[in-house]
């Protein structure tokens, strides 16, 4: 049997990862995991679930739900991608990682049936979770879409709800290179007779009330609602408005869940469930902020937010190739300053050529070749109440998060 680091290393070196290798380990076919199951005798949907899918935004939701589930005392899964620091990240039950000897035991027993099927590193993490939460009987599973909707692996659920926190433009080599066709790929996670909550009403939103009115599906838009959070963005707020909405819709399919529930679920999001990346404070002096904002829609939120700070701003920035990388650099505050970076992941654009773009529109950046770098240059030199955000891409988040554990 190998142990646990080898198993992780064999999943990543045998089979496509899309955090790394991106389009190219993308399958457009949701036909691996049915067929996993099919080889094993077992049905899939052996677990009540929510599907929580969006461009923005789906990742803190599902937390949230988790969060307030697990304050109810629900024995709840929770399937998110991708992970910050350990693989385990990705499959929690009731706030507790996946065990090491399952993904151990599980990897070695089902090897030849990954390679059969050629199946992809995000199919194999996602057949792991349903048979995680399948033995450990999980009363409902949150289950993060990897990505778009229609085609991904997730797909072959069939949840008690469904939800879409909203679409903006991302990943356009994979789902197309306009919201219309964007909010299509996302409308997929659409299931006959399942309602949808719709965190945004928007110019796009004709496309998910035509798809639930042919299926059958009721819609519901989120609505305003007064609750608090641990996550403390400016775009959480949209995120608790889908997030109670939904709640209250489980209520209403009989779920019982009260009031307290819900401030606490919301209030301990970060305890119960261990989320990294969204707007973490993880040093006061200077104040260090890592937030995985990663497309246009996003970056425009989280660096508006610098603005409630004095002091100068100082913005740590690597993108992924897939990104508008023009656009992107067009609306960077020109009063901030910026240090470009790379990572060891191949899939983060070259500082220097990024650098390039940034000449064209009047930005001078510095650099580096990772994250931490540009960090442990500029934080000695750092005023009391100056501010160095960490942003722009998961792994670039990951990578700090990373160094910042050593110590």
Known sequence: MRDYHSIIDWIYNQFPVYQRQGSSAYKKDISNVRNF????????NFFKSIHVGGTNGKGSVSHM????????????????SPHMIDFRERIKISGK??????????V???????????MSFFEITF????????????????????????????????????IITNVSIDHTNILGNNVKKIAKEKAGII??????????????TIIFEDVCKELDAKIYFAKEHHYLSDLIGDYQKN????????????????FCINESSIINGLNKVKNNTSLLGRWQIVNAYPLLVLDIAHNLSALKVVLNMLRKYKGKKHVILGLSKDKLINSIVSILPKDYNYYLCGSSNPRIVSPKEIKKIFHLHNLSPQCFDFSYEAYDLISPINKKNDIILVTGSTFIVSDMLKYLDKY
Do not use: H, M, W
């Open 127 to 162: 057949v792991l979770a349903c048979s995680y939460f399948k033995e450990n009987k999980v009363e409902l599973a949150i289950v993060e879409v990897g990505l778009g909707g229609r085609l991904d692996a997730t797909n072959i659920i069939n949840p008690i709800l469904s």
């Open 65 to 80: 739900l988790a969060s307030i589930l697990q304050e109810q005392g629900f024995r709840v899964g929770l399937f998110t």
């Open 37 to 44: 199951f099919q080889k094993k005798g077992n049905d899939f």
């Open 191 to 204: 299931k006959r007779n399942t309602p949808l909550v719709l965190g945004e009403r928007k110019l796009y």
């Open 108 to 118: 070695n027993e089902n090897k030849l049936i990954f390679k059969e099927l050629d």
């Open 97 to 106: 990682e996946i065990s090491k000897d399952f993904i151990v035991k599980f």
């Open 239 to 254: 995120n608790i408005n889908t997030t109670v909405t939904a709640i209250n819709l489980l209520i209403s399919l009989g």
